[in-house]
């Protein structure tokens, strides 16, 4: 059975080194006051096409035979893997078709695109577009590079554990990493191991589609899909045989987080990091946040940020999820008196409370004499809102 080394994974450094950055570790000082421990961020949003995905994608291309890159090449992707293999093809003048699915942000559509590629957009999540994939491999006779389930594409992704230990100067007790189909943790821990067999491999999936988790725990690859994700990038029903075999053997746990809980991450990063990251890449953050994980004292954590290809739309919804999950934003009903002056009794108690008002909406309501009124309104925190609520009712409104 094929498998992956620490060689491979050497020599894959080795091939992509003039084409990838080695991306920055930023040392988080909120996260690490919260909780006593050292957390550090690997910062993959920063790198060339946003995601780490462009590691495996060059390494698998610089490994193929002229026969195989005269065919063309055809891909299946959620986005990252798409935009790397679109420009590893780019730069060696390969004609490349990549399959993602309709649900795929834009700003990964469109990035993809402008690196030259045929798009082709089919299904709900990355499983359905992989169909898709080999439908038109069957066709054309085109190249498949399959985003995670190739020792080539393990093996680059593999070289960000080679980066960490270099950066850190081998001071690095845990890794948490996100998992869709397996390859970035698969790499990450056959480097992180060999290097200190030590070191623990935490991997982070969305509770949505806990594929790897079930997987786990069944011993064998388990097939799991409840509903889609923010997280897109790793929204992956089945991963990988190839990428299950590694992980069973190196990585030491899997938590799963919610999708609440992302949306909070993905806040956390912008307001505390200054980094904009991607729903799959606020997943570590998420689950050091949730409690999902929890470092000792002193723990020097390093959390892989996977990617930042996010579109604007979505991460204008996911900030809103982001606020009312951590309590800054909160959303009520109340019924006021349809009268000069019917809501100024409201607002003052608001007002009173420090509450700023980021919306109100009237409308009428069955009784006469009255208006329904829905207001909107920032918060500090959850204790913020209960005064609010505690306020509202005694004054004699009645929160619907």
Same mark, same amino acid.
């Given at each position: 059975?094929? !498998?992956?080394?620490?060689?491979d994974?050497?020599?894959?450094?080795?091939?992509?080194?003039?084409?990838?950055?080695?991306?920055?570790?930023?040392?988080?000082?909120?996260?690490?006051s919260?909780?006593?421990a050292?957390?550090?961020?690997?910062?993959?949003?920063l790198?060339?096409?946003g995601?780490?995905k462009?590691?495996?994608?060059?390494?698998?291309i610089?490994?193929?035979?002229e026969?195989?890159?005269?065919? %063309?090449?055809?891909a299946?992707?959620?986005?990252?893997h798409?935009?790397g293999?679109?420009?590893?093809?780019?730069?060696?003048?390969i004609e490349a078709?990549?399959?993602?699915?309709?649900?795929?942000?834009?700003?990964?559509?469109?990035?993809?695109?402008?690196?030259?590629?045929?798009?082709?957009l089919?299904g709900?999540?990355?499983d359905?577009?992989?169909?898709?994939?080999?439908e038109i491999?069957?066709?054309?006779g085109?190249?498949?590079?399959?985003?995670?389930?190739?020792?080539?594409?393990?093996?680059?992704?593999?070289?960000?554990?080679?980066?960490?230990?270099?950066?850190?100067?081998?001071?690095v007790?845990t890794?948490?990493?996100?998992? %869709?189909?397996g390859?970035?943790?698969?790499?990450i821990?056959?480097?992180?191991?060999?290097?200190n067999?030590?070191?623990?491999?935490?991997?982070v999936?969305?509770?949505?589609?806990?594929?790897?988790?079930?997987?786990?725990?069944s011993?064998? &690859?388990?097939?799991?899909?409840?509903? !889609?994700?923010?997280a897109?990038?790793?929204s992956?029903?089945?991963?990988?045989e190839l990428?299950f075999?590694?992980?069973?053997?190196?990585?030491d746990?899997?938590?799963?987080?919610?999708?609440?809980?992302?949306?909070?991450?993905?806040l956390?990063?912008?307001e505390?990091?200054?980094?904009?990251?991607?729903?799959?890449?606020?997943?570590?953050t998420?689950?050091?946040?949730?409690?999902?994980?929890?470092?000792?004292?002193?723990?020097?954590v390093?959390?892989?940020?996977?990617?930042?290809?996010?579109?604007?739309?979505?991460?204008?919804?996911?900030?809103?999820?982001?606020?009312?999950?951590s309590?800054r934003?909160?959303?009520?009903? !109340?019924?006021?008196?349809d009268?000069?002056? %019917?809501?100024?009794?409201l607002?003052?108690i608001?007002s009173?409370?420090?509450?700023?008002i980021?919306? &109100?909406?009237?409308?009428? !309501?069955d009784?006469?004499?009255?208006?329904?009124?829905?207001?909107?309104l920032?918060?500090?925190?959850?204790?913020?809102?209960?005064?609010?609520?505690?306020? &509202?009712?005694?004054?004699?409104?009645?929160?619907?």
């Amino acid at each position: 059975m094929k !498998t992956v080394t620490l060689e491979d994974i050497k020599k894959a450094q080795e091939t992509i080194k003039d084409i990838v950055k080695k991306t920055d570790i930023l040392e988080s000082v909120k996260l690490s006051s919260m909780t006593g421990a050292n957390i550090y961020y690997k910062c993959e949003n920063l790198q060339k096409t946003g995601s780490f995905k462009i590691r495996g994608a060059c390494n698998k291309i610089a490994n193929l035979t002229e026969e195989e890159k005269s065919s %063309g090449v055809i891909a299946s992707s959620a986005g990252n893997h798409a935009q790397g293999v679109a420009l590893g093809a780019k730069m060696n003048g390969i004609e490349a078709t990549i399959v993602m699915p309709a649900t795929a942000p834009l700003a990964k559509v469109s990035a993809t695109k402008s690196y030259g590629a045929n798009v082709v957009l089919e299904g709900l999540v990355y499983d359905d577009a992989y169909a898709k994939a080999l439908e038109i491999q069957k066709e054309t006779g085109a190249t498949f590079l399959h985003p995670f389930n190739d020792e080539y594409v393990i093996a680059g992704q593999g070289t960000i554990g080679l980066e960490i230990f270099e950066q850190m100067n081998n001071k690095v007790d845990t890794i948490l990493c996100p998992i %869709g189909g397996g390859g970035i943790i698969s790499g990450i821990a056959v480097a992180a191991k060999a290097l200190n067999p030590n070191v623990k491999i935490i991997g982070v999936q969305t509770a949505n589609i806990p594929s790897m988790y079930e997987s786990m725990k069944s011993g064998k &690859v388990t097939t799991a899909f409840k509903a !889609t994700s923010v997280a897109d990038g790793i929204s992956v029903k089945t991963v990988g045989e190839l990428t299950f075999n590694i992980a069973k053997d190196l990585i030491d746990e899997v938590v799963l987080v919610e999708e609440g809980e992302i949306a909070e991450g993905l806040l956390f990063l912008m307001e505390n990091q200054k980094v904009v990251a991607e729903g799959s890449g606020a997943v570590t953050t998420a689950a050091i946040l949730s409690g999902k994980y929890k470092p000792t004292e002193n723990e020097n954590v390093v959390c892989i940020i996977s990617g930042g290809n996010i579109d604007v739309n979505t991460l204008n919804r996911i900030i809103a999820r982001g606020l009312i999950k951590s309590g800054r934003r909160f959303t009520f009903n !109340t019924d006021i008196k349809d009268k000069p002056g %019917g809501l100024a009794e409201l607002t003052r108690i608001l007002s009173g409370l420090d509450a700023n008002i980021f919306t &109100v909406n009237l409308s009428s !309501t069955d009784e006469i004499g009255e208006l329904n009124a829905q207001m909107t309104l920032e918060t500090f925190d959850h204790n913020h809102i209960e005064r609010i609520k505690k306020a &509202v009712v005694e004054a004699g409104f009645r929160i619907k």
